[in-house]
């Protein structure tokens, strides 16, 4: 540098130091866990580490008995989230197109739908439980679990589309019903791709909530645990490093999906723009 | 936006060439071109009525402006005859078929956009595919039409480039190119030049005519400016709260407005109102009185009106002489008026006169070659006097 750094102002430094202790504050656990699974089989449930290796991690995957049931409740979650992410784009994608035009009522299901978002999770899987035995029907994840989960991702990724289809400009559509293209082929070449790293972005956000979704989950998943309230249940009865050997795998897991989402979304958005 | 052409205008192949090449294009082009008609159109949104009953013959292979303030009607005009709104009532017709029912795609017409609506996502060539590719049109009959449209634009070289990437006057050409594309009969622009910057639209609007020319095809374009409807234009079509004021050559509305709206809607009209006082026989037409409160008496030709009802007349600003006002001037001649200098602005070829009747607080303009200003000039606060002839004095019947 040829000109001379102005004199930082104290409060840069004030607030450098906050943001140091916020990013201490949200990832510090997490590495905490890391480091604490990658311990040798003397290892042990806190500080100091005593030795280093992978028998943990290899035990969640060779050992299942021992930790209980992971890798089936990792299955069911992971399916779960597929599920609830297709939904919750399709549903969303069609509520945005059908919400471009006021019509009778439209308000009305706008906050009936948002207010969703602020009734306390507890109570909307307490309410859908007393719902399913009241009609006589099993919990499950797959059915009441699968519904608890929409009635949290649905209204944002409502809202999501809401902003997006705002500024969508409506001279595409009908420049391309213009030059002869029928109301499907518009969507199909024009809005589709115009929209797609924006659904990618719903889609991404749908899986990640109905992942790590914990209290709606709670009361209604039946019989078989999705793989937030089987390492709640872990963490009672597991005494070896082989949890903290789960937080890091599915963490490692999240990672990869996000960076999946990522490179999805630079491939069409460089689609795109030039 | 980058107003740097890349290709001179010269080199955009607009002009007819001599060689075989010219006629073909015209032929595959425009294979046939229809006219517009509207009889009794009708819109109505909610209870707001945004055109109260219009109707407009454009001859087919004609050049047609719908001119006229924001709100007048004309978008709505041309999107009914695109097909992209529906009238509340009455008849759309190109050619001889009535269209009201019909799809955009199945009018003949096609649309040049306000914005162009280029699609970002695709390239230049598929944008101008688009339209034949939604038709059906075979990739191997496909590629060689698009190919000709872009040559005939001179867009050649930016077929792989996104619309982004382009200047304003570039994506002003592939929206036309892609809306030639389809061998329209009928091309709708609304207002295709106002994203364009000032020297790039006088460019453009050449381009626009020859190419109008060049495809005989009729053109209908909504515009806000009349200098533009004026250079572009057969006919124009001036519009004014959802009807129709006047209908005319550039020459006919410049020279004859036919109403106080329009008169004052070109600009550089003096216009004065009062009550007609006599109306006399004069050969094919009427010399018609008209008496102003405080201004005096005006002279002027139309074809009817009534004594005793309420009337305007307008003299265009440089049909005027101006003398320092004298002793002999009689305020009972007819077409004078006494009034003050306010201003003198030099504006090139051209100087401007503001002036204001003193005795109403009606405000003139008077313009006058910057040569013959030099010649006689006038100085401000000066009072001086206006007089016209008959003949330049023209009747506004509303």
Partial sequence: MIA?????????????????????????????IFILSLQGPDGALTFPVRSFGFHWIASLFFQQQRIGDFGAAFQRSLLLGFIVMAVTVVVALMAGLAFRQKFKGSSFIFYLTISSLIVPSVLISLGIGIAFNLIGVQTNWYSSALG???????????????????????????????????????????ILPLIAPALIGVALFGFTLSYDEFTRTSLISGARNTLPLEIFGMTTNVTSPALYALGTVTTVFSFSIIAIAFLAYGFFAKRQQP | MSNTPVSPPTQLGLAPSPSASGST?????????????LRSV?????????????????????????????????????????????????DVMIGDRRVNDLSPAKRSTAMVFQNYALFPH?????????????????????????????DILGLSKFAS??????????????????????????????????ALDESLRVKTRGELRKLQRQFGMTFIQVTHAQDEAFS?????????????????????????????????????????????????ADGDA?????????????????????????????????????????????????????????????TGYVTRVSLVIEATGQEMLYKVSTHGWMTQPLNEQQLVCLQWSTDDCIFLSH
């Fill in chain 2, 232 to 280: 572009l234009a057969d006919q124009i079509v001036v519009m004014d709260h959802g009807h129709i004021d006047q209908i005319g050559m550039p020459q006919e509305i410049f020279n004859a407005p036919a109403s106080r709206f329009v008169a004052r809607f070109m600009g550089d009209n003096n216009i004065f109102v009062g009550q007609v006082t006599s109306v006399a």
């Fill in chain 2, 161 to 194: 480039r996104k619309p982004s990437m382009l200047s304003g006057g570039q994506q002003q050409r592939v929206a036309l190119a892609r809306a030639l594309a389809t061998r329209p009969q009928v091309l709708l622009l609304d207002e295709p030049l106002s």
């Fill in chain 1, 148 to 190: 608890g989960h929409l009635t949290w991702t649905l209204p944002f990724a409502f809202l999501i589309m809401l902003g997006v289809f705002n500024r969508f400009n409506l001279s595409y559509e009908e420049a391309a019903r213009d030059l002869g293209a029928s109301e499907f082929q518009a969507f199909q070449h024009i």
């Fill in chain 1, 4 to 32: 001379p750094m102005r004199k930082r102002p104290l409060s840069f430094y004030f607030l450098a130091v906050f943001f140091g202790l916020f990013v201490l504050f949200l990832y510090g656990p997490m590495f905490a």
């Fill in chain 2, 42 to 90: 009708m819109k109505k949104y909610g209870s707001t009525v945004a055109l109260e009953g219009i109707n407009l013959d454009v001859p087919a292979g004609s050049y047609c402006c719908l001119l006229g303030p924001s709100g007048c009607g004309k978008t709505s005009t041309l999107r009914i005859i695109a097909g992209h709104e529906e009238a509340t009532s009455g």
């Fill in chain 2, 286 to 346: 009427r010399l018609i009185q008209i008496e102003a409160d405080g201004l005096g008496t005006f002279l002027c030709r139309g074809q009817a009106a009534d004594v005793g009802t309420t009337a305007a007349c307008c003299i265009r600003a440089d049909r005027m002489q101006v003398t320092p006002l004298s002793s002999a001037f009689d305020p009972t001649q007819p077409n004078q008026v006494a009034a003050r200098v306010v201003s003198v602005e030099f």
């Fill in chain 2, 25 to 37: 294009t015209r032929q595959t082009i425009a294979a046939s071109t229809q006219g517009v008609m």
């Fill in chain 2, 122 to 150: 695709k390239t230049v060539w598929q944008n101008v595919e688009f339209g034949l590719k939604m038709r059906g049109v075979n990739e191997r009959e496909r590629k060689p039409r698009v190919d000709e449209m872009l």
